[in-house]
C-alpha cells in the first residue's frame, strides 16, 4: 500500500486542494518501509488526484476536501480518509493498525454554499490567515 498525506511542518494538512507537499509512505505488513516528501509544484484541487495516481498512491489521508476532489480520487481510484489532524507519522501508523480516526463524510465548505461557525468541518483553524485561501462567508471572524 502507499499512502500519502497532505502535509506540513510534519502535520497533516487541513485543505487539500491547497497542499504543496504530500509525505508518501509504503506500508507492508502493517509496517512503514519507506517515507518521502513530494512537492506538488503547484498543482491543485482536481490536479492533484492525477498527480496522487501518477506517484502510484492508492490511499489518501487528509483533513479538508472538497467533493470534486473527492470524485476526482475515486475515478482514480485512490481510497480516502479524511477529516484527519495531528501528526503525519502517527496517522499512517494509526491506518496501518487499523485505529485510524477518521470522518467518512468530511466535506470542505469553502465549496459550496455554506456558513462558517458551528458544524464547520473543514478544521482550517488557523488556516484563514495562510494568504492564498480568503474566506468568502463573510463571518469568519477575521
Given at each position: 500500500m502507499?499512502?500519502?498525506?497532505?502535509?506540513?511542518?510534519?502535520?497533516?494538512y487541513q485543505h487539500f486542494g491547497h497542499t504543496e507537499q504530500f509525505?508518501?509512505?509504503d506500508v507492508e505488513d502493517g509496517k512503514v518501509t519507506k517515507e518521502q516528501v513530494?512537492?506538488?509544484?503547484?498543482?491543485?484541487?482536481?490536479?492533484l488526484a492525477g498527480f496522487l495516481k501518477d506517484?502510484?498512491?492508492?490511499?489518501?489521508?487528509?483533513g479538508g476536501?472538497?467533493?470534486?476532489?473527492?470524485?476526482?480520487?475515486?475515478?482514480?481510484?485512490?481510497?480516502?480518509?479524511g477529516g484527519v489532524s495531528g501528526n503525519a507519522d502517527e496517522a499512517v501508523?494509526?491506518?496501518?493498525?487499523?485505529t485510524l480516526s477518521y470522518n467518512p463524510n468530511v466535506q470542505c465548505g469553502h465549496h459550496g454554499n455554506h456558513e462558517h461557525g458551528e458544524g464547520h468541518s473543514c478544521g482550517h483553524g488557523h488556516e484563514h490567515g495562510h494568504g492564498e485561501h480568503e474566506c468568502r462567508h463573510g463571518n469568519c471572524g477575521r
Open positions: 502507499r499512502v500519502a498525506v497532505t502535509y506540513e511542518n510534519g502535520e497533516v509525505k508518501l509512505y513530494v512537492d506538488t509544484n503547484g498543482s491543485g484541487h482536481g490536479a506517484m502510484q498512491v492508492d490511499t489518501l489521508i487528509c476536501i472538497g467533493a470534486g476532489a473527492q470524485e476526482a480520487l475515486a475515478e482514480a481510484g485512490i481510497r480516502l480518509y501508523k494509526a491506518l496501518a493498525a487499523g
